[in-house]
Each structure stands twice: as structure tokens, then as C-alpha cells.
């Protein structure tokens, strides 16, 4: 499974941004796919996580901000960020799994458990 990662960009604090993760193919029946975020000297962290019957989390930092939807039919994931803020300037990475056990966005132990990774894209948000 290969992911590919786009909508990347600079935008001015308050502003919004959409990410897309397509993946080349997927094969799973239950499945975790998740956004991450890292900068430099930190650790990749969840953002927003969710599984294949549909239910969602999200990290303190982004809820009521960050909506994570998935396209079945165009094996598309989407992160939707509003009222962005000079924090959440970083690379931003699209991962999957099998299987939904662990599927946080906020469990420490998530990031080392996706299978799969994108390469990821970057946003920059000035304030």
C-alpha cells in the first residue's frame, strides 16, 4: 500500500486547510488510518485517527478544529483543518494499519504501530 499525501501549503492563522491521502490500493476489511504531524526535535504525534466503521478521534489540540473523513470509493482520507494556528505548523503524515486496535489519535503508541506511511506534506501557518 502506498499513500500519497497532498494540499500541503502556507496559510495565515485563522485560515483553513484540506489534506488528502490517496492510497494506491487497500486490502484490508478492518483498518486504522490516521493524520500525524511532527516538527523538527519532536516526536510524530496523532493528530486524528479512524477506523473503518467510521468512528473518529482526534487530539485534544485539534478538537472542534480538524475533521478526518475517508472516501471509500476513491481510497481517499481527508483532514480538514479550520482556525488554524501558528502551532500546528508542521509536516503532516497520512499512516494505515489492519486491524483498529490502538486507533487513537491521542495514544503515545500509535505512531509505531502503523504499517504503512506517507511521505508527507508540509504546513506553514503565519500569524
Not at 501549503?9 to 488528502?20: D, F
Not at 508542521?90 to 483498529?100: F, P
Not at 489519535?105 to 508540509?122: F, I, N, R, V
Request: aromatic content about 10%.
Amino acid at each position: 500500500v502506498q499513500l500519497v499525501e497532498s494540499g500541503g501549503g502556507s496559510v495565515q492563522a485563522g485560515g483553513s486547510l484540506t489534506l488528502s491521502c490517496v492510497a494506491s490500493e487497500f486490502i484490508y476489511s478492518t483498518y486504522c488510518m490516521a493524520w500525524f504531524r511532527q516538527t523538527a526535535g519532536e516526536e510524530r504525534e496523532g493528530v486524528a485517527a479512524i477506523v473503518d466503521d467510521g468512528n473518529t478521534t482526534y487530539a485534544d489540540s485539534v478538537k472542534g478544529r480538524f475533521t478526518i473523513s475517508q472516501d471509500n470509493a476513491k481510497n481517499t482520507l481527508n483532514l480538514h483543518m479550520n482556525s488554524l494556528k501558528s502551532e500546528d505548523t508542521a509536516t503532516y503524515y497520512c499512516a494505515a494499519k489492519r486491524g483498529r486496535y490502538d486507533c487513537y489519535a491521542g495514544s503515545p503508541s500509535l505512531p509505531y504501530g502503523m504499517d504503512h506511511w506517507g511521505k508527507g506534506t508540509l504546513v506553514t501557518i503565519s500569524s
